[in-house]
């Protein structure tokens, strides 16, 4: 059963507890999938609108990716929890003679990329879903733009969440040159969803606010 | 049934839709309920181990609260919906004659005052679970830091969603001494939870960035 399958609170226990997955990757899969789901929110009070009319082709299209965006963060979740498994393992691994530490190395590096490889992907799908926000924060019903806008806000706080699922991982390589690549990447990905989400989201506020 | 119960994918594809709830105040809830769940995942990795034995009474008190908390915001998505309702009836009600505007009036600034009240005490619970995070990132686990440093993020994500809950019915209010004395409450609310996430987030990425 995939994990975007069980009940709420039945996963949200899990998550509270010692086993090793769901984790935070899973976490933040979850709070992505729930931004998409306010887009999806957004166009739905906004198509078949006489007053939106005009960009009823792209509100169809954007209706389209958006729900795209809601599957793949869904299924996110237990992309998280496949690739976290190998690092699990590979601790467990035994450490004593110098041939087991040489095979728990080269087993940890590989679980250590897979682990940091995952968040990695899960904030291009953050990206990918904060841009679509931003669009339907312009064009969708203004009588939901307070969804848009806690949409923005969840996004964002699912790219922060996955950048430090990265970081954990490549601080434990051994291969730094990898490490500082995966870093700069998670770097200029959280730069980039800053730039469309913080001038979106402060305008939606200022909006409500009557600022 | 409460929306807990809900399995995942049902809950975020009614969320979708435009059905009246849940809406944006729902999805709060269920990030909020994600922040907590992240910072009893922290405690669960940190109880009974030798090395935090020191802390052992302040871990057992923190389960304790966060647990609640937990249920606390998981019962938010519910009591929001609850909240909407009025609203979303007296948006219904006739207002072609005098009489009939006049009461439509008065039950929406009712509506009104209700469905601003359920984030603003939504935020308040949150802010309470941003100050057991901040704390669970100094006494728990470090090898679940990561954890926690994602559920502050998620904490202040709700945070802030939930404000833009309050700000779309302040800003319909005739009563305007009744909105400026909530949205100020909003704001400091905010100022308040910055001032206990951001520092605890900032220490947690710069330890796992190794700086």
Redesign the interface.
């Known amino acids: 059963m995939a994990?975007?399958?069980?009940?709420?609170?039945t996963?949200?226990?899990g998550?509270?507890?010692?086993a090793p997955v769901p984790?935070?990757g899973g976490?933040?899969g979850?709070?992505g999938?729930?931004a998409a789901?306010?887009g999806?929110?957004v166009l739905?009070?906004t198509t078949g609108k006489k007053k939106y009319a005009a960009v009823q082709p792209e509100i169809d299209e954007l209706i389209q990716k958006m729900?795209r965006q809601?599957i793949k963060l869904?299924n996110g979740i237990d992309r998280d929890a496949e690739a976290f498994k190998p690092l699990s393992e590979a601790y467990g691994m035994p450490k004593e003679t110098p041939e087991e530490i040489e095979r728990r190395d080269a087993v940890m590096a590989r679980a250590l990329k897979e682990a940091a490889e995952a968040p990695l992907e899960m904030m291009e799908q953050l990206l990918e879903t904060a841009k679509l926000l931003s669009r339907i924060s312009e064009v969708g019903s203004i009588l939901a733009?307070?969804?848009a806008?806690?949409?923005l806000?969840?996004c964002?706080?699912?790219t922060?969440?996955a950048?430090?699922?990265v970081?954990?991982n490549t601080?434990l390589m051994k291969d730094r040159a990898l490490a500082e690549s995966m870093?700069k990447k998670t770097k200029e990905i959280l730069a980039e969803a800053d730039k469309i989400i913080i001038p979106a989201?402060t305008a939606?506020?200022s909006n409500?606010?009557?600022e």
Do not use: P, Q
């Open positions: 994990m975007y399958e069980k009940k709420i609170n996963f949200l226990e998550l509270s507890s010692d984790g935070g976490a933040c979850l709070v999938a729930t789901a306010l999806s929110m739905s009070l729900g809601r869904l733009i307070s969804d806008g806690v949409g806000s969840m964002r706080a699912a922060y969440g950048s430090l699922n970081y954990i601080k870093n989201y939606i506020e409500l606010r009557g």
